[in-house]
């Protein structure tokens, strides 16, 4: 089960630091995606980062933006939102992938067998 923490509410150009661990293994067996679900709208892919070599990717909407890292012992996967927008606000779930590289299948929700149960992100003035 991964388990998440961060979120919060924060107004637009400030910054927010969402965690996805693992409460009984490291997190460097598969890859680690990001999702986000706006309210009203399809669970989107934001980020992804692989076992090799923690390659990362990253949505379009969210390049030069977000950052996705691994600690040092891989015990936790941390994605850092810069610059937040209005249009960042939903819920993000971290997943744990059944690949190891960030493919062309990273987006796809169901190359993801573990869940992590989600937390809110608004963004408002």
């Known amino acids: 089960r991964l388990v998440q923490s961060g979120g919060g509410l924060v107004q637009p150009g400030e910054s927010l630091r969402l965690s996805c661990a693992a409460s009984?293994?490291?997190?460097?067996?598969?890859?680690i995606g990001w999702f986000r679900q706006a309210p009203g709208k399809e669970r989107e892919g934001v980020s992804c980062i692989s076992t090799l070599a923690d390659s990362t990717t990253y949505a379009d909407s969210v390049k030069e933006r977000f950052i996705l890292s691994r600690n040092n012992n891989r015990s936790t996967v941390f994605l850092q939102m810069n610059n937040l927008e209005p249009e960042d606000t939903g819920v993000y779930y971290c997943a744990e992938g059944t690949r190891e590289a960030c493919d062309s299948t990273w987006q796809n929700e169901n190359e993801y067998d573990n869940w992590g149960k989600g937390t809110q992100v608004t963004v408002s003035s």
């Open positions: 009984e293994w490291i997190l460097d067996r598969t890859r």
